[in-house]
């Protein structure tokens, strides 16, 4: 039987992070965002007290793209969404799994945070972020590193949240899995990135020696296809063989404006080199419209969807039209992950393929990037994107002492080049055998009393003022 656990206590806590550089994805270009922390302290059944910690980006504009909402707006919003979070979970006083924990509090979160015009995609934000640090800290009370905890589904997860499966279609995925040893970074290329010359896409320097690359889309398919090819005249460059997706977070404006682009990619001698190294295509349209557009004939080109990830039974009505993959993120929620991944196991011993796939560019070093990747190396994600230290320069703000903790406690992870602590990369893979530690990827938290409490999110009025 899983552990059972109550809850003592939840604090937030944000530090701020500036990127090294500009990064624009969509509509939206990102200088600045709050890296979110969370402490939990619970009680296990017959174990005694732990205490757990996760860690995530804040990003503006990315949960909700709604044009009328600032950035600063939309990240006002998941400060809401853990406020209510924590309300809805600190409620819940007796001993219960992990799971039971979440699956009794996700309805009313998503619903609450609908009343507050909150979209569901940043109300799982919440939950998702409290889940990972009561993992952290119900592994740390059972000795237990992240991968044989769920092998053995130490936070109880069965079906009840998604009844298309069975109890026993997610034990047999968690028993069966086998670690990865190493995941690929998959670099990503931003709108307003370098593509020729130094700090360019064949930069070895900038890109790691990566052997996948992310390629954003504006949702303009002129500008987009003759970027493209630019693109792919320096991967051409590289020396070495390497494969591309594309991520469009939503620009693309319907089925006719995709068409048009993926048209191109099919017969334009110039694109060749992109169609020939592409594995598929991400989040094209707008969530809205993605669920009322069936693919149809674009379907054989394999399309993902992310930000239309919103829910539980998101994945099956995504497939109902066509699309193949869709992401693993752990603040989108750890158990969704889990879910979807034994979705598209189950799906594909049918002969089909389906997918998951690693698309994080938001976690930072320390814990965000070390749960995340454990995440989807768990799953068998063999290539994720990973370069989120690139774009905030290693550890950013984080005092030197704490990334030096970190760096001593995972040093296949983590290097001093001489310019700060960085993400350690070998032959563009990053290895996950330390995050074999107790607990949830990580055998340090952080320095809790070099951060600030979160922030009270503003009303519209005070935005207004």
């Given at each position: ?84 979070a924590r309300g809805l979970y600190l409620a819940r006083t007796g001993f219960q799994t992990a799971f039971d924990l979440h699956a009794s509090c996700i309805g009313a979160q998503v619903a609450t945070c ?270 994720a994107e990973r370069n989120g230290h690139h774009y905030v320069d290693g550890f950013g703000e984080t005092p030197f002492a704490e990334a030096q903790a970190f760096a001593a406690a995972h040093p296949d ?53």
């Open positions: 039987m899983p552990p059972r656990l109550k809850l003592r206590d939840i604090a937030f806590f944000e530090r701020p992070v500036h990127f090294a550089r500009p990064f624009r994805f969509g509509a939206v270009t990102v200088n600045t965002a709050p890296q979110l922390f969370v402490r939990v302290e619970i009680e296990v059944e017959g174990k005694g007290i732990a205490v757990g910690a996760s860690a995530e980006m804040m990003v503006p504009k990315w949960f909700d793209k709604r044009p009328e909402l600032s950035p600063a707006q939309t990240v006002d919003e998941l400060r809401r969404s853990l406020e209510i609908a009343r507050k015009n909150i979209p569901a995609l940043a109300a799982a934000f919440g939950p998702a972020e409290i889940d990972k640090a009561i993992l952290d800290a119900l592994l740390r009370a059972s000795e237990t590193n992240f991968f044989d905890g769920m092998s053995r589904n130490i936070a109880g997860i069965d079906a009840r949240l998604s009844p298309d499966l069975k109890d026993a279609d997610l034990k047999t995925l968690l028993s069966s899995r086998k670690p990865l040893q190493r995941v690929a970074i998959r670099h990503t290329v931003g709108l307003d990135d370098t593509i020729e010359g130094k700090g360019g896409v064949a930069d070895g320097r900038e890109n790691c020696g990566a052997h996948f690359f992310k390629l954003k889309l504006s949702g303009d398919p002129t500008a987009d296809a003759a970027r493209l090819a630019r693109i792919g005249k320096e991967l051409d460059a590289l020396g070495h063989d390497c494969k591309v997706t594309l991520d469009a977070n939503e620009q693309y404006a319907d089925l006719a404006a995709l068409q048009a682009l993926i048209s191109r990619l099919d017969r334009e001698p110039a694109l060749r080199s992109i169609s020939s190294r592409l594995l598929y295509v991400e989040q094209p349209m707008p969530r809205d419209i993605t669920r009322q557009s069936p693919l149809g004939s674009l379907a054989g080109r394999g399309f993902i969807i992310d930000e239309a990830d919103d829910s539980y039974d998101a994945f099956p009505a995504a497939r109902a039209l066509g699309y193949r993959g869709i992401s693993s993120k752990s603040c989108k929620g750890l158990y969704k992950s889990v879910v979807n991944a034994t979705r598209a196991a189950k799906w594909s011993a049918s002969g089909e393929t389906f997918f998951i796939t690693g698309e994080d560019l938001t976690c930072q070093a320390g814990l965000g990037v070390q749960q995340d990747l454990a995440l989807g190396a768990f799953l068998g994600v063999t290539h992870l983590y290097a001093d080049t001489g310019h700060g602590i960085r993400l350690s990369i070998h032959n563009g893979d990053l290895l996950t055998g330390s995050l074999h530690a107790a607990g949830f990827a990580t055998s340090v938290h952080p320095d809790w009393s070099a951060l600030r409490p979160l922030e009270q999110p503003k009303s519209l009025q005070e935005y207004l003022a």
